[in-house]
């Protein structure tokens, strides 16, 4: 049985591309297919894709690449169809929501698609660039935007199995595709991977900071969690690597008692995490959002927004505490409320070991295996 892999672009590590990793490892003589594959913005995650049988597009070619991702996504329907699937039994795409790389040309193949989410430009849900705020570009996106979605929607139709990284997705699957999708939830390293004690890892808690990050892009409003921590003048840590333009404008408002720590090692972040007191995410829209499951994985509670895939994986008074606006009062009383709760770190390593990688790799397995028989 000959598989192939294909996903949008490899040019940053976020739960997506974890997402790839579990299934190359799953099966690892399994070529990769993508737009463009750009190691030198990976940081300390480019040796993962080492030695991968990586299969670019003629996009690899130009100049200035790393610069092109958003314009790429005009052209990269034509470009998956570019590829050639006719030696493969089983097509697994990981689709991102940003280039539908469903397009493919998969000849007798079965094609698989793990959807990470819709294209979020396409269909009104938050995204990194601002692009809106522009008249001409507002004007010229939406007539481009019209014939993507019908690009998005016919391509959808090669799908023979379509596979949710939440309830949230599944639903969008639904009303943007007419198509019925099961959920398999993404892998999240945990400290069942790491071989952490969660015993000692909780006693050895300092809990003088709060923390954030992950893609530092403007739907995960880390802004909105400057803002608020250097209001109440509480200690934060913020790690990732900015979007674009988005990092000078969160250093701008950061206050003394903010500091940006950079791209960390799975390691560096869990470490991290252990030692806050809280795990902030603020993020809209979101699919699924990995980085809340990794912090309480070492019993590190969450305070989230409520949107999206996170109300699938914390428990509200039990791992973390919701927010409901986007607002700096609003989030004020939730950290506030936050420090007067008792969650118990027990309930949060409970909670995260449901979305391990372990669990994934099975259940993506068997669901891919009881299909092609």
Same mark, same amino acid.
């Given at each position: ?31 990769v297919f993508t ?123 090669n799908i023979d ?81 900015? #979007?674009?333009?988005? /990092?000078?404008?969160?250093?701008? &408002?950061? =206050?003394? !008692?903010?500091? %940006?720590?950079? *791209?960390? @090692? ?38 989230? #927004?409520?949107?999206? /895939?996170?109300?699938?994986?914390? &428990?509200? =008074?039990? !791992?973390?505490? %919701?927010?409901? *606006?986007? @607002? ?27 979305f391990t990688k ?8 068997? #669901? ?6």
């Amino acid at each position: 049985m000959k598989i192939a892999l294909v996903h949008d672009y490899i040019k940053e590590y976020g739960g997506a591309e974890r997402v790839l990793e579990a299934l190359h490892e799953i099966w690892p003589d399994a070529p990769v297919f993508t737009t463009v594959y750009l190691p030198k913005f990976l940081g300390p995650h480019r040796e993962r894709f080492k030695n991968w049988k990586i299969k670019t597009s003629f996009l690899q070619n130009i100049p200035f690449k790393g610069k092109m991702i958003s314009i790429f996504r005009i052209f990269a329907p034509g470009v998956f169809r570019s590829f050639d699937f006719s030696k493969f039994d089983i097509v697994i795409v990981s689709a991102t929501g940003a280039y539908s790389p469903n397009s493919i040309n998969k000849k007798n193949a079965v094609q698989i698609c793990y959807f990470h989410t819709p294209p979020r430009y396409l269909y009104g849900y938050a995204t990194a660039r601002e692009w809106k705020k522009n008249i001409i570009f507002r004007m010229v996106g939406e007539i481009l935007n019209h014939f993507l979605r019908f690009t998005d929607f016919k391509s959808s139709e090669n799908i023979d199995f379509a596979v949710a990284n939440s309830e949230e997705v599944r639903k969008r699957i639904q009303k943007f595709y007419k198509k019925d999708a099961v959920v398999i939830y993404p892998p999240v390293e945990t400290i069942s991977k790491l071989s952490f004690d969660p015993e000692l890892r909780i006693e050895g808690k300092s809990q003088n900071y709060f923390l954030a990050g992950g893609r530092l892009a403007r739907p995960k409003h880390v802004d909105l969690i400057i803002k608020t921590c250097t209001k109440l003048g509480l200690s934060l840590k913020v790690f990732g690597k900015p #979007f674009a333009g988005y /990092g000078k404008e969160l250093r701008s &408002i950061a =206050g003394p !008692t903010v500091e %940006f720590v950079g *791209e960390v @090692t799975d390691e560096e972040k869990l470490e991290l995490m252990k030692n806050a007191k809280a795990y902030i995410f603020a993020s809209e829209d979101e699919d699924f959002g990995i980085t809340p499951v990794e912090a309480m994985s070492v019993g590190t509670p969450v305070i989230a #927004f409520r949107s999206g /895939g996170v109300l699938e994986t914390v &428990i509200e =008074g039990k !791992t973390g505490i %919701f927010f409901d *606006e986007l @607002t700096v009062q609003n989030l004020s009383q939730a950290i506030n409320k936050s420090q007067h709760s008792a969650i118990n770190p027990l309930d949060c390593i409970k909670q995260a070991q449901k979305f391990t990688k372990d669990r994934f790799k099975r259940e993506i397995k068997k #669901f891919i295996e009881s299909k092609v028989k």
